[in-house]
């Protein structure tokens, strides 16, 4: 059966059954129908003094058109530690429309390591999404009304920073013009859209911990300057009030379930070649107080979203990663090795071999963090065992297990060995998590680090604009903030095709953005868009009710 026929022949629990899993008493649930529900903000309040359980991230090698499937073993793994007896929650970003009417597709696992209702969860889900676009998209119209009625606070239209955003992929919106058809409309000037996952609104939601922490990073937002380059906020403009309430429902983590019933949060969704690809810092948290295990995912490799999730999350949420899990499959590995993706189905070790130099990469960057790591080696059914024992011995090499999965086939009962083997990591204690720079760093060098350390690239480079914008911020006290890579997630490199493990490149940068309310540097590197475009022929060609109401092409 395909993924939607296996998730539409399951029988769902009710969420309040699937939350008293981990302890959550039903009148702590806000439904959303019988299978979705939100967490109070007073139950999740009441557990803060609890003891944190163990923290397991899920990352996974470079993507390519052959799949990874690191939700699908997020969720495998996730339903695998429940079976052996350790009381697990999952944590996972909610989906973009953008992408799921683009090229992607749905993003809820598959075969039978899903979490569902996956329909709901791939389209509107509990509405957080539009709450995020409304409240970033308010405060672009108070700033123009704002400039408007007379511009008290002496914007320059010149050096207006805060875009618009919608969640759709739609190039033809990344750069427009505003404001025309005379005085009453408002100054003409430049703008543009980003997608609502790369929007700072999204990210201060995922970094907040709770409601007044929320506003107050709202209110640190800069949007623009004056002619005296002195930044005006979204305090100034009095807008992080209203923006808190769009946000204010939003902002309780979702709960729904696995196929198995067990409990999943599923909580905002920045993208990790843009932004920095964790769900929400309130979802993570609250798992961790009422559950043994969570198992998080983070966007794409350990080049994007493990190392965002290392240096940005956990630094900034005090989380403590305990193990981690990076995902290859045998398909993947052998494009990686240069073989065509219409030859993916024929047995080809050496090409394995060679594709392993980019496992081997994402292995070593999640060390670097002092986290132990384990390969989970998600099958195909066209896999052979000469293939699989290539990577074994391929990892066994670098000191690292590679365990074979088999969780769409077969659910927790496919991945019970790497249940055993996170458990064995996490009980050993060896982790010694520590961010790759510290915040003293300046911040062209943290962004050399990264590129170094991590990308295997010789140096970075950028026009004297960009360097001068760096030099701004450093002085402007931005020195102590992180940094969030916007780069191709296809690639350690900015080419995308450039595949395996390539060395001696040199990283571009394009631009600098300061996110003030996030607390984080967006650095765009290369040719990568804040705003997808659709593919040539994208999915939202093959999506469509059936005669019954039913939703196809989704998956």
């Known amino acids: 059966m395909s993924d939607i026929e296996i998730a539409r022949a399951a029988t ?17 649930i806000l ?18 003094g609890r003891k944190d359980g163990k923290l397991v991230l899920v990352t996974a090698i470079t993507p390519t058109p052959a799949g990874e499937g690191k939700t699908t073993t997020t969720v495998g793994l996730g339903d695998g530690l429940n079976r052996i007896g350790k009381k697990t929650a999952i944590c996972l970003r909610e989906p973009s429309v953008g992408p799921c009417f683009g090229v992607k ?13 996956m329909e709901d969860i791939n389209l509107h889900f509990t509405g957080d999404f539009h709450a995020i676009t409304s409240a970033h998209n308010l405060l672009s119209a108070l700033i123009d009304n704002h400039i408007h009625w007379g511009n008290e606070l002496n914007f320059d239209l010149r050096r207006i920073a805060w875009r618009r955003v919608m969640d759709m992929n739609d190039r033809a919106l990344r750069s427009i013009t505003v404001g025309q058809g005379g005085p009453g409309n408002g100054f003409v000037r430049e703008d543009g859209f980003d997608i609502t996952v790369a929007s700072e609104v999204m990210a201060i939601f995922c970094l907040a911990r709770d409601l007044q922490d929320l506003e107050d990073k709202l209110g640190k937002i800069v949007v623009g300057y004056t002619r005296e380059k002195q930044p005006i906020t979204a305090k100034q403009l009095k807008a992080h009030g209203p923006m808190s309430v769009l946000l204010r429902d939003a902002l309780m983590p979702n709960i729904v379930q696995t196929l198995e019933h067990n409990p999943a949060f599923i909580h905002g969704g920045p993208f990790a070649n843009i932004a920095h690809g964790c769900n929400s810092v309130m979802a993570t948290k609250s798992a961790l107080k009422l559950g043994d295990y969570v198992v998080t995912e983070a966007g794409f490799g350990a080049d994007l979203g493990a190392e965002k999730f290392f240096d940005i999350k956990c630094r900034k949420a005090g989380l403590k990663p305990n193990a981690a899990v990076v995902v290859a499959t045998i398909r993947a590995l052998k494009m990686h090795g240069g073989v065509a993706k219409d030859n993916l189905g024929e047995e080809n070790v050496e090409a394995v071999r060679k594709g392993c130099a980019n496992l081997g990469r994402h292995v070593r960057n999640v060390k670097m963090f002092g986290v132990p790591a384990v390969v989970g080696i998600n099958r195909f059914s066209k896999d052979t065992d000469a293939e699989m024992e290539a990577v074994k011995e391929y990892c066994r090499e670098l000191g690292v297990e590679a365990i074979v999965c088999s969780h769409w086939a077969d659910g927790s009962a496919g991945t019970e060995e790497l249940a055993h083997k996170v458990v064995e990591l996490v009980e050993a204690g060896v982790d010694q998590y520590a961010p790759l720079y510290s915040d003293d760093v300046p911040l062209w060098d943290k962004m050399r680090t990264i590129a ?31 940094i969030c890579v916007a780069k191709t997630q296809y690639s350690f490199s900015t080419d995308p095709n450039l595949k395996g493990a390539p060395t001696g490149h040199v990283v571009p940068i394009r631009e600098v953005r300061v996110s003030a309310g996030a607390e984080f540097l967006v650095v765009i590197c290369g040719e990568i868009m804040t705003m997808p475009g659709l593919p040539r022929v994208p999915s939202a060609n093959s999506i469509h009710l059936d005669e019954n109401g039913w939703i196809e092409g989704l998956f």
């Not at 629990?13 to 039903?26: C, T």
């Not at 959303?32 to 999740?44: E, I, N, Q, R």
Request: hydrophobic share 35%; aromatic share 12%.
């Open 452 to 482: 170094m350390q991590l990308y295997g690239a010789d140096d970075i480079i950028a026009d004297k604009k960009v360097r001068e914008r760096f030099r701004e911020l450093q002085e402007q006290g931005y020195g102590h903030f992180p």
């Open 12 to 28: 769902l629990n009710h969420i309040k059954d699937v939350a008293a899993k981990i302890d959550i008493p039903s009148d702590a």
């Open 31 to 48: 439904e959303f129908g019988p299978y979705k529900g939100k967490v109070s903000y007073d139950y999740l309040k009441s557990i803060e």
């Open 105 to 117: 597709g749905g993003a809820a696992g598959g075969g039978y390591a899903q979490v569902v209702p």
